[in-house]
């Protein structure tokens, strides 16, 4: 295998196997609230009308939300980070895709069946703007994740080609490491300040 075909293949293929356990959870969670609908919809409280009006009543402070949305995403960064320079790596980042997918699924169900076209809207306001910037950042850090944790443990022409790269290679993995905090700081920071007037918009027709 070439040099060039290494370097132009392995990332793409994580993305793959990233985008493929994200489905997976999603189908979970859509299979799992469908499945136990007394538990989710008749009985649970997620997205039951006084949810929604609290929703509406709130008026978070962009700063106080910036503190705990900023610590909390950068945790996660910097956990999976460090997950996946250790032998459970792969396995980690793969658990948590299935669960952002599981989580997403189980919203988005809940969503549709209480509110229909309206839920939709819901979910799309949840996660705009900060999502264009948040979501490739993940992405990103999951691939990241999988790819350092090839270079270190796994023996195939990938990793070998890094190894041989030496500091160079390392570095470079350092620099897309800051460069995918620095995306989620971003993200963090539309979350914050204009996230909340868009929810509060479409939270007008419920």
Not at 116 to 122: H, M, Q
Not at 159 to 178: E, F, H, T
């Amino acid at each position: 295998m070439k040099e060039g075909k290494i370097l132009q293949y392995s990332p793409v293929k994580n993305c793959y196997y990233v985008i493929y356990l994200f489905m997976i959870g999603l189908f979970l969670g859509i299979v799992i609230v469908n499945a136990g609908y007394d538990t989710w919809i008749r009985n649970g409280s997620l997205l039951g009308t006084e949810m929604i009006l609290r929703l509406k009543n709130s008026v978070p402070d962009g700063n106080e939300l910036l503190g705990y949305i900023v610590k909390h995403r950068l945790f996660t960064v910097f956990m999976l980070g460090i997950l996946a320079t250790t032998m459970i790596g792969i396995p980690a980042v793969c658990a948590y895709v299935c669960y952002i997918g599981l989580a997403a699924g189980c919203l988005l169900s809940v969503a549709v069946i209480r509110y229909g076209i309206r839920g939709l809207l819901l979910m799309a306001a949840g996660v705009f703007p900060q999502g264009i910037l948040l979501i490739p950042a993940y992405i990103a850090l999951f691939v990241w994740s999988i790819s350092i944790n090839r270079i270190l443990y796994s023996k195939s022409p990938y990793a070998d080609y890094y190894s041989k790269s030496g500091r160079q290679s390392y570095l470079k993995k350092g620099v897309q490491m800051i460069g995918i905090v620095g995306v989620v700081i971003m993200g963090c920071l539309l979350e914050s300040y204009v996230n909340p007037k868009m929810l509060h918009f479409i939270l007008k027709i419920f």
